[in-house]
């Protein structure tokens, strides 16, 4: 079975600093895929960024970097010069080669200071 | 473009009612989800579709609830009667689905901004 962690329940970060959000993964499957969402408290869920398990670089999207690493199942989500919008709940979730279910981390919320 | 649209945003309902979530997937894509958000037991998924078929229903609680895809750009979720521990948030999710041939395909799941059930 496919677990995703996340130990951090909330983070508190100033304005324009780097943010690094954790999760880390457990699955058997060697072929694998990762994504990270963001709920705002209007609460839609937005895709932000995807990580293949076979892909050998990081994965970016704008102020968005996957920082993956697979010999210790980690694929952390980094949000450079954090603006006060990117106050949100964030969850990592995790697909196996074969199914279409995600399976989703409990997710950090993450508070901007100005 | 439009996206994933679910009605109601908000429905509040007395025990024993009948419940009845829609959503509209994005146009083109042919898988469909729905997921059920609580604080207690986070984001899990209740059903999803291909092309219209139901394909694993494993997570949908009991009997009371029942989903439904008529077409490609409909679906509903049901639950009837309903009772107060079904109060959560219920998203829908469409992907285009290609089938993982090698690598995996990513088969971004977009989601729709929920509807929030309040069963009384």
């Known amino acids: 079975a496919q677990k995703i962690t996340q130990t951090q329940p909330g983070m508190f970060v100033q304005e324009k600093e780097a943010v690094t959000l954790d999760c880390t993964y457990d699955?058997?499957?060697?072929?694998?895929?990762l994504f990270w969402y963001k709920q705002p408290s209007s609460g839609e869920m937005i895709f932000l960024i995807y990580?293949?398990?076979?892909?050998?670089q990081n994965a970016t999207e704008g102020r968005y970097s996957l920082n993956f690493q697979k010999a210790r199942k980690s694929a952390n989500l980094v949000i450079s010069a954090s603006q006060l919008g990117d106050s949100a709940m964030y969850f990592c979730?995790?697909?196996?080669?074969?199914?279409?279910?995600?399976?989703f981390g409990q997710g950090t919320r993450l508070t901007i200071n100005p | 473009d439009a996206g994933v649209i679910q009605s109601p945003r908000h429905e509040v309902t007395e025990m024993g009612q009948e419940v009845t979530l829609r959503c509209k997937p994005i146009s083109g894509h042919n898988s469909l989800f729905w997921y059920r958000q609580t604080m207690m037991r986070g984001l899990e998924l209740l059903i999803y579709?291909?092309?219209?078929?139901?394909?694993?229903d494993s997570g949908m609680p009991e009997d009371r609830f029942s989903a439904k895809m008529p077409n490609a750009s409909f679906s509903t979720l049901k639950i009837q009667p309903s009772e107060p521990r079904d109060s959560a948030v219920y998203f829908c999710?469409?992907?285009?689905?290609?089938?993982?041939?090698?690598?995996?395909?990513?088969?971004?799941?977009?989601f729709g901004a929920g509807t929030r059930l309040s069963v009384l």
């Open positions: 579709f291909n092309n219209n078929v139901p394909i694993d």
């Open positions: 999710a469409s992907s285009f689905r290609l089938r993982d041939r090698g690598p995996l395909a990513k088969n971004i799941q977009y």
């Open positions: 979730a995790m697909r196996i080669q074969g199914a279409q279910k995600l399976v």
């Open positions: 990580q293949g398990s076979y892909d050998e």
């Open positions: 699955t058997s499957d060697q072929s694998y895929g």
